[in-house]
């Protein structure tokens, strides 16, 4: 017997507070069997956001820092200045990095941080029960958008990648998702290669994971996952954006 | 080659990802009963026919799953 | 080392540097730039790290992550760039962060002016952020105080793994005065707390100031509760000018003190036996010492640069035992001696 998978140590044993079926789970799990895999679990500080996952660190088997809501950037900065050689990521939602931490992701990236960033868009603000994201789709029904996402009001969903991806300081800016097995592991190998261009000091990355949330769309997980696939990755193309290392 | 999934029931929230993804069909809830944590836990139904794919522990948001390959 | 001729700001960064300061994080306002540019030289020089931040909140934000990381850290600012840092400050308070912070500051509310002002009392020891939480406050009376406070606030700040304010105004950011600057490297101290991204240490370290369940909140407000005690105790800092025999107290800090210090001494050649009490620490504030002197005093005089914030304090400090009054000029103005002198004679003889 060869064991095939099994849950990464790169993951505590705290369970996960998730609800059933949420990409979170995945896209954590993705992340820690990456930091495992890479050999690097033991030197990393991961920067945890305000959402849903705000509690992150009680799941990522490593040292972590909790931040303000969209700060995260700034504080990865500041642990990653003060210590390049330790491994620094950042886990953060849509309304963290696209809203009110639009400032601090723009600048981490302009001034080419050597961090990797772990940005989950479910266009939606799942934590506080379910309020418009900047990346809510046009007329998607949320709680502050009960009539649909007006476009004439609330402009259309912001596409984070493309615009980090027009800033010279960004090395690696990919967008994936998360919607079956085939786009989970293009995912991984997503995230591994912004992990990897962190080692090797090839600059700022950042992974787009196109996310769900079942309870604020108010779907089941199997529909959710056909919403990113059919509905979500239309709006937001899947690919690289930028990949150019710095040299070192 | 065949496979064998384990499950650890009590971490399973009943979402249903890992039946979806099988390729095979073999994994289903079981509606009869709930786990400690108040839902219906997946197990397999058919482990004669897993092929070691991992299609449901690579789905699974919780880590409940565990794949190996038995080596023929 | 000898005496030198340095501007206040420059002599701030000196010390900081020379205090063992690691990262400056900081973002341009007057008049406060030439701490940040000083930074950006010499942290280069030093081989530390400066970052102009995209913003306050982004530099006090990364003086969080530093300081998470364990390495020791400051921003600095003027009036309206720490009201921004304030949602910062309470997040390096509830995760207990060593973080030093030199306001120097200027005229307000709002956008106010570049001129020195003190409106930033409440700012300083009530703090603009959320929660039940203390800033450790000192404040300079000129450049070489400020050298001296901002190397005591790197010890404090580490001793007490508190955010710790140096509370200094535009005139000693930009005054030249003569200062010695203390050259022996500030002592490091172990923190085994920090997220150093180090596993060999064999456990996980969290910085975070998260409690969701309301009783290990409750238990963890009274450990911060537990320090700010401890410095009530322990670290107020006061000086005392001629109080021995006062009749009359005035109450002044910062670089203001200097002109009321002038009064006291036009005041006793006039036979009025006048005294200030120059509170060094404004959190923690110098009650008792304030209180003590209440049995032999006529009454109190606040003397501040704003419209009357310290006074608040020194009213509860008096606790009713004698009247209490305030002069004030505010918006950049600086009071001279003879306002002062006649505000005293003013209040002589009785409740005016």
């Not at chain 1, 868009?121 to 958008?145: D, E, F, K, R, W």
């Not at chain 1, 989970?184 to 290669?193: H, Q, T, W």
């Not at chain 3, 400051?74 to 304030?86: D, E, F, H, R, V």
Request: charged share 20%; net charge neutral.
């Amino acid at each position: 017997m060869s064991v095939v998978f099994k849950k990464t140590r790169g993951l505590t044993d705290t369970p996960l507070s998730y609800c059933p079926g949420c990409t979170h789970g995945i896209i954590h799990r993705l992340v820690a069997e990456c930091l495992d895999e890479l050999g690097i679990l033991d030197q990393t500080i991961a920067i945890a956001s305000v959402g849903c996952s705000v509690m992150s660190y009680e799941y990522f088997n490593c040292d972590s820092i909790q931040a303000g809501h969209g700060r995260a950037p700034a504080v990865a900065t500041g642990a990653k200045r003060v210590h390049p050689d330790k491994i620094v990521f950042t886990y953060q939602g849509d309304g963290d990095l696209a809203s009110i931490g639009t400032a601090e992701i723009v600048h981490a990236a302009h001034r080419g941080e050597n961090i990797t960033v772990i940005f989950v868009n479910n266009a939606i603000y799942g934590m506080t029960g379910g309020q418009m994201a900047p990346t809510t789709l046009v007329n998607q029904v949320t709680t502050t958008s009960p009539f649909g996402r007006d476009v004439s009001l609330q402009g259309e969903p912001i596409r984070m990648s493309e615009l980090i991806s027009t800033i010279p300081g960004a090395s690696y800016v990919e967008r994936v998702m998360a919607a079956d097995p085939i786009s989970v592991r293009k995912a991984k190998a997503a995230i591994k290669k912004g992990f990897e261009r962190q080692m090797n000091k090839g600059g700022f990355s950042m992974i787009e994971i196109l996310s769900s949330c079942n309870i604020g769309w108010g779907k089941n997980p199997s529909d959710s996952l056909k919403y990113i696939k059919n509905e979500m990755a239309a709006y937001f193309p899947l690919g690289v954006y930028k990949d150019k290392e710095k040299p070192v | 080659m065949k496979g064998r999934v384990t499950f650890a029931e009590d971490t399973c929230k009943g979402c249903g990802l890992c039946v979806e993804f099988c390729p095979k069909h073999i994994l289903t809830l079981d509606t009869t009963r709930i786990n400690s944590i108040g839902y219906n836990p997946a197990y397999c139904l058919d482990q004669e026919n897993c092929i070691a794919c991992a299609f449901c522990a690579l789905m699974c948001p919780d880590s409940v799953i565990t794949v190996e390959r038995i080596d023929v | 080392m000898s005496k030198v001729l340095m501007k206040g700001n420059e002599a701030i960064a000196k010390a900081a540097i020379y205090a063992g300061c690691k990262a400056y994080f900081g973002y341009p306002i007057t008049p406060q730039n030439e701490i940040t540019e000083y930074m950006a030289k010499y942290m280069a020089l030093s081989k530390g790290v400066f970052v102009q931040a995209e913003s306050e909140i982004a530099a006090i934000n990364m003086v969080y992550g530093a300081a998470g990381a364990g390495v020791r850290t400051m921003t600095s600012s003027s009036s309206p760039g720490i009201a921004l840092k304030q949602e910062g400050i309470s997040y390096c308070a509830g995760a207990e962060l060593p973080a030093v912070i030199v306001s120097v500051s200027r005229g307000g509310p709002g956008l106010g002016n570049i001129l020195p002002a003190q409106s930033d009392y409440n700012q300083a020891t009530r703090g603009g952020g959320n929660g039940d939480y203390k800033v450790f406050v000192l404040s300079p009376n000129g450049v070489q105080e400020a050298t001296d406070m901002v190397r005591h606030a790197f010890y404090l700040a580490d001793k007490y793994r508190n955010p710790v304010m140096v509370l200094a105004d535009g005139m000693i950011g930009q005054m030249m005065e003569p200062v010695e600057l203390n050259i022996e490297p500030l002592e490091t101290i172990e923190k085994p707390w920090a997220a150093d991204g180090n596993l060999e240490r064999g456990y996980r370290n969290i910085i975070n100031s998260l409690y969701l369940n309301s009783k290990p909140l409750e238990e963890h407000n009274h450990v911060l509760n537990a320090k700010y005690l401890e410095w009530e105790a322990n670290e107020v800092m006061v000086d005392y000018y001629q109080c021995e025999d006062a009749t009359v107290l005035l109450v002044a800090y910062g670089t203001p003190s200097r002109i009321v210090k002038s009064a006291v001494n036009k005041l006793r050649a006039e036979g009025i036996k006048a005294g200030l009490l120059r509170p060094k620490t404004l959190y923690p504030f110098p009650s008792k010492e304030i209180s003590a002197l209440c049995p032999q005093v006529e009454f109190v005089l606040s003397a501040e640069l704003s419209m009357g914030q310290m006074v608040q304090d020194v009213r509860l400090a008096v606790n009713g035992q004698v009247p209490v009054y305030f002069y004030g000029r505010t918006g950049g103005v600086v009071f001279e001696d003879k306002e002062i002198v006649d505000a005293v004679k003013s209040h002589l003889g009785g409740v005016k």
